[in-house]
């Protein structure tokens, strides 16, 4: 059942923190490169079941989905068409400012050369900006669970290529038996040449994990960061540095990171004062969007209408917008809310 709040937020102005390229592909995108490789790939391209076939089920049944999508990226055309059709699909939720998170080195050990990997996606980014006027900026992450050979490689087509939209480097990945603090050489030369940190952590671990991040890797923003709400110190900390957390709420139950959305930790991060940010990670793999999951917030934290354009405000301060770039999209989501 759509609400008045339901229509409210799906014109609402939204800026998009933590989203992953490959988590992001819709079906429909997931269709379009389903059909060209039609006979080579199991991915149905029939909408009807391709709908079942992306049905969350568990973890695992999510694992099989994104390296199914991820092997249908085979040439320059359908890196392209996902990066487009990622960036149209999030237009179409109103979001106006994306920093997605990009993992370069599935596509490299693919065979996808540095130099033209970086080129193919500034050109689906051109496109995304000049048909559906919605900006994107990317964020290159180290798949953590392989180690320093993809950090090293991830560090390299950063600082080598430093397409025009880079802007973070990022640390994903499961975390249990990964620790942080062997990425530190790599954030350090990532953050020497201007990038900013912007690692995954305590998503599925505690506190200390959170902790790590912030002092070995210098982590200006957190993504999911829901861990920290077992630790006052760390609450208070984060609330007096101004340090963002990247909250995915529907993607916590999914992992079982939270083992449901009433218990979800979010309404504790706010009341300790936290600058809290709604975001939706791997969304059609999780059967949720970025509108949906500022519904769930809506319902966590019982917000109202100018509730949720504060909300959609705390994604833009922050972002690493310029600053005229924040205060015209904070303009635009409080004439919005006034309507
Ligand atoms: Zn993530």
């Known amino acids: 059942m759509t609400t008045d709040l339901d229509t409210f937020i799906a014109g609402l102005p939204k800026a998009e923190l933590h989203v992953h390229h490959v988590g992001s592909a819709s079906p429909r995108v997931v269709a379009e490169l389903a059909a060209r490789h039609e006979g080579s790939t199991p991915v149905p391209a029939d909408p009807a079941r391709l709908a079942e076939f992306f049905t969350f089920r568990?973890?695992?049944?999510?694992?099989?989905?994104?390296?199914?999508?991820?092997?249908?990226i085979r040439d320059p055309e359908d890196l392209w068409q996902l990066f487009y059709g990622v960036g149209r699909d999030l237009a179409a939720q109103n979001a106006r400012y994306v920093e997605l998170t990009v993992t370069p080195y599935t596509h490299l050990i693919n065979g996808f050369a540095p130099e033209q990997f970086c080129e193919i996606i500034e050109d689906a980014r051109a496109s995304v900006l000049k048909d559906h006027g919605l900006a994107f900026k990317w964020i290159f992450d180290i798949p953590g669970e392989l180690g320093l050979p993809a950090a090293e490689s991830t560090l390299r087509i950063a600082l080598d290529q430093r397409p025009d939209g880079l802007i973070g480097f990022g640390l994903g990945g499961p975390e249990v038996g990964v620790p942080r603090k062997q990425f530190a050489p790599y954030f350090d030369a990532a953050r020497a040449e201007g990038l900013h940190s912007l690692p995954h952590a305590g998503e599925t671990t505690g506190p200390e994990t959170v902790w790590e991040a912030l002092r070995e890797l210098k982590a200006e923003r957190i993504g999911h960061g829901i861990g920290s709400a077992r630790d006052?110190?760390?609450l208070a900390h984060l609330a007096e540095r101004r340090i963002p957390l990247e909250v995915c709420p529907t993607s916590n139950v999914c992992t079982r990171a939270v083992a449901s959305l009433e218990e979800h930790p979010l309404p504790e991060l706010v009341k300790a004062g936290v600058l809290v940010t709604v975001n939706s990670d791997d969304p059609p793999m999780f059967g949720t969007s970025l509108n949906q999951e500022y519904a769930v917030a809506a319902q966590l934290l019982g917000l109202d209408r100018s509730g949720l354009?504060?909300?959609a405000g705390n994604a833009v301060r922050a972002s690493f917008m310029d600053e005229a770039g924040k205060r015209a999209l904070l303009t635009e989501i409080a004439d919005y809310a006034r309507i």
């Not at 973890?59 to 991820?70: G, K, Q, R």
């Open 58 to 72: 568990d973890f695992a049944h999510f694992i099989e989905v994104y390296v199914a999508v991820l092997n249908l």
């Open 232 to 234: 006052p110190e760390l």
């Open 309 to 311: 354009a504060d909300l």
